[in-house]
């Protein structure tokens, strides 16, 4: 698969722009690995002479629009589209119950875990809008989680094309060594994070249940 995307952006006349596009479309359900085009989009920048810095930026923006659009359409066509049959078949009755008993017990660190796990982003978000969450605690919550898995994978993009050029074999041999570990080391620094801003909440909480008794 990368191989593939990274071949078809460079024969397009989107090139960098043509990930940007696809994390959009990824924010919205789009069933392809959100890594695997951050890491082509990694490739492209070192390819086109674009620093790290640079695509960082711009894939980040990419992926929180992509999240904001799910998270905006269930704020204002959340309730209409959970009652629809064909919603359902997506996003069962099940499912989004548990969504929102994950919401109920851990608050909004449901939204920076729900970056990490490729199968309930977007409901988690779309779910999220349809709660009516401020959308700044939305932009904060996975926007730090964002901040975390986003430079990652342009890094090893960038670094894969920077020690292997084209020679697609040991490209293809560095990139399923590193992919795995890659995938460990973002969750693990998301789950670093999510312990951390999950004791904070817990003692503010703490602190306000002590100062109202």
Do not use: N
Not at 13 to 41: K, N, R, S
Not at 46 to 64: A, K, Q
Not at 79 to 91: D, H, K, P, S, V
Not at 175 to 199: E, P
Request: net charge positive.
């Amino acid at each position: 698969m990368f191989a593939q995307l990274l071949e078809y952006f460079q024969a397009s006349p989107l090139t960098i722009w043509g990930p940007f596009l696809v994390l959009l479309l990824c924010g919205i359900g789009l069933p392809l690995p959100e890594d695997i085009v951050l890491m082509v989009a990694g490739a492209l920048g070192f390819i086109e002479g674009r620093s790290w810095v640079e695509v960082t930026v711009l894939m980040y923006f990419g992926v929180m629009l992509g999240d904001s659009t799910i998270f905006v359409a269930g704020r204002y066509w959340g309730g209409r589209l959970r009652a629809a049959r064909w919603f359902q078949r997506y996003f069962s009755e099940v499912k989004q119950a548990k969504v929102e008993q994950s919401f109920a017990r851990y608050h909004s660190m449901v939204l920076f875990v729900g970056r990490f796990l490729p199968g309930l982003r977007a409901p988690i978000f779309f779910t999220a809008g349809s709660m009516k969450v401020p959308y700044w605690k939305f932009l904060l919550f996975d926007g730090a989680a964002a901040l975390i898995s986003v430079p990652v994978f342009v890094w090893l993009g960038y670094w894969l094309w920077a020690s292997f050029g084209a020679d697609l074999t040991k490209l293809e041999q560095a990139l399923s060594r590193t992919h795995a570990y890659s995938l460990w080391v973002t969750a693990g620094l998301g789950l670093i994070v999510a312990v951390f801003l999950l004791v904070r909440w817990r003692r503010h909480q703490a602190r306000k249940a002590k100062a109202a008794e």
